[in-house]
């Protein structure tokens, strides 16, 4: 029985931190980090200011074909891929976002990776860490409660309770608290209203936390957070009523980049999370930038498929942080594939050549979309025990025809050692490679609505957007009101091309209609709602929480 990711984490011989900060030459004084234990540290600001002359590594883009409800292992890879290109003498650092608790105890589970490609430790870095999810909790909750009070007090700005646009967040799956109703007794009956909650990484603190490029910037944008409109229709900033600068002074120690460990004792540095649909889904840019400095090879990922994430985290990420990627790596999986060639979720595990062979539509989608960037792109088979010999040949065979590099990878089973292949590839690739050749899908300059257009004809091939009148008025204000130069957000199934979740493969000439926009004018982005999505998840009817438990030990089970 093979053994499970808990089980090879708690066997991980970790070195203290100090040790794995020593791989990538921080000096072990009180200057250059802060132990938060013997296993996890915080990089002081000080001494990532002296670093800003040093130059930049190669950074590298780990990203997806269109997922499982399981997802392909994408966060497995990028550990895997740092292991490996440290396997072959080259200084790597794996740059990850930090897991939720909505997912630990729902669905998927956590986000330390799996088998011998982890982070570790990795119950604290799946439960609590260090405490950055509840300090951006309670800096989103102080600005709700401000906005209250304020009502309460008398309300100076003229605030229309019918309009205020910030929820209330919670770091946890529960559907009960979407929609709720507030101030319904006690001395505030008087100020009955409509509220409700999202899941903290849907917080539009917890994007500018991740777009922030010091706590100076973080405090302008927090003040700049649009909360409400007025009885005239007029936007009303968290600025003013004051609340950038307690909200920054709860986020004065989580800003600063957490460095732990992966089980082979390289290091990882973990930090942020922003919710991949409503959000850019990357880690936090000072983590990325501080990272480029300390290591030769920065390993980093986004959120869900390359259509959602990659596009984000060029069009956003790379656009406001000034970075260019040098190669991005397109994980596959043979299961994924299959079911884009129509197997069912129950038959994937059985071999099925003409399924694979169908499903290579949505493989080909996604390289060709890497390429509109001016990036490289390689593509990493993340193995399953389950996969024939006669699939991994079939689909390493098909890239190769195509031109595109591909390699097979064991970091599952083998740590490193699955990835040296792969990580040889991609130092290649990162060698050879023109940060020049970079481009954004669209322009700065470009209208809002023609941004939209732009990825959903060139990415998702749709035939055309659509909206009510209300939406595109709504883009036309965000225009007048200075914001027409922001990059767009889609926010839509992660499960598809199309906005049906169930339309597999690579669907083309579809309609994508857009539901609403929101302006996050802290982040410095426009949401485009396409289709259902949900900021507060619900839990599913056998949650992960249901098996977590400690046993006679004292010791963590069932977590993954």
């Known amino acids: 029985m093979s053994k499970t990711d808990i089980q090879i984490a708690r066997e991980a011989k970790m070195k203290p931190i100090n040790e794995v900060l020593e791989k990538i030459n921080v000096p072990d004084d009180a ?101 950055d999810f509840h300090a951006i909790t309670s800096a989103h909750n102080l600005l709700s409660a401000l906005i209250d009070n304020h009502i309460y007090w008398g309300n100076k700005l003229n605030i229309d ?155 956003i990420k790379c656009r406001k942080a000034n970075l260019k990627p040098s190669c991005v790596v397109l994980v ?39 390429k509109k960037f001016g990036v490289e792109a390689i593509v990493a088979i993340n193995h399953f025990v389950m996969d024939t010999e006669n699939e991994i040949k079939f689909l390493k065979e098909y890239c190769e025809k195509i031109g595109i590099k591909v390699s097979k990878c064991t970091h599952w089973a083998d740590g490193g050692e699955g990835t040296k292949e792969l990580a040889s590839h991609v130092v290649e690739i990162c060698e050879n490679s023109n940060s020049q050749n970079f481009k954004f899908l669209y322009e700065e300059k470009d209208k809002l609505w023609n941004k939209i257009e732009k990825i959903a004809k060139e990415i998702y091939k749709a035939s055309k957007i659509t909206a009510e009148n209300n939406v595109k008025e709504q883009l036309e204000t965000f225009e007048k009101n200075g914001y027409g130069n922001l990059p767009v957000c889609i926010a839509k199934t992660q499960y598809s091309f199309s906005v049906d979740p169930k339309l597999k493969g690579a669907p083309s000439d579809h309609e994508i209609p857009i539901r609403e926009v929101r302006l996050s004018s802290g982040a410095e982005f426009v949401v485009v709602v396409c289709g259902s999505i949900m900021t507060m998840p619900g839990l599913p009817r056998v949650p992960a929480a249901n098996s977590i438990k400690l046993n006679e030990k004292g010791e963590i089970e069932g977590l993954f």
């Open 31 to 131: 200057a250059s980090f802060s132990p938060m234990g013997r296993h996890i540290a915080k990089i002081n600001f000080e001494y990532l200011e002296k670093l800003e002359d040093k130059k930049n590594g190669k950074l590298i883009l780990v990203t997806a074909i269109t997922p499982t409800p399981a997802g392909e292992g994408k966060t497995t890879v990028s550990v895997g891929l740092s292991d490996g290109i440290n396997k072959i003498g080259k200084k790597s650092i794996v740059c990850l976002r930090e897991p939720s608790l909505g997912p630990s105890f729902g669905m998927k589970g956590g986000a330390a990776g799996g088998g011998y490609a982890q982070v570790v430790p990795m119950e604290q870095i799946n439960l609590h860490f260090t405490g």
């Open 161 to 315: 309770d019918k309009k205020i646009v910030w929820k209330r967040v919670m770091d946890m799956n529960d559907r009960a608290l979407r929609a709720i109703n507030i101030n319904t007794k006690g001395v505030a009956k008087d100020f009955p209203r409509e509220d409700g909650f999202d899941i903290t990484v849907a917080s539009e603190v917890m994007a500018i936390f991740c777009l922030s490029n010091n706590l100076k910037d973080l405090e302008k944008r927090i003040g700049n957070i649009t909360i409400a409109y007025n009885k005239n229709n007029e936007p009303v900033y968290a600025k003013d009523l004051n609340a950038q600068g307690p909200m920054t002074v709860l986020l004065k120690e989580a800003i600063r980049p957490n460095v732990t460990q992966t089980l082979e004792n390289n290091p990882a540095i973990i930090h942020g999370g922003p919710f991949a649909n409503i959000a850019h889904g990357c880690n936090s840019v000072i983590a990325t930038k501080a990272a480029l400095k300390l290591s030769d090879y920065v390993v980093t990922e986004a959120g869900f498929g390359a259509d959602l994430g990659a596009e984000k985290f060029m069009n």
């Open 332 to 370: 596959a999986t043979v299961r994924a594939l299959k079911m884009h060639g129509g197997v069912e979720k129950e038959n994937l595990k059985k071999e099925n050549m003409e399924a694979l062979k169908k499903g290579l539509v949505n493989l080909e989608r996604h390289i060709n979309n890497v």
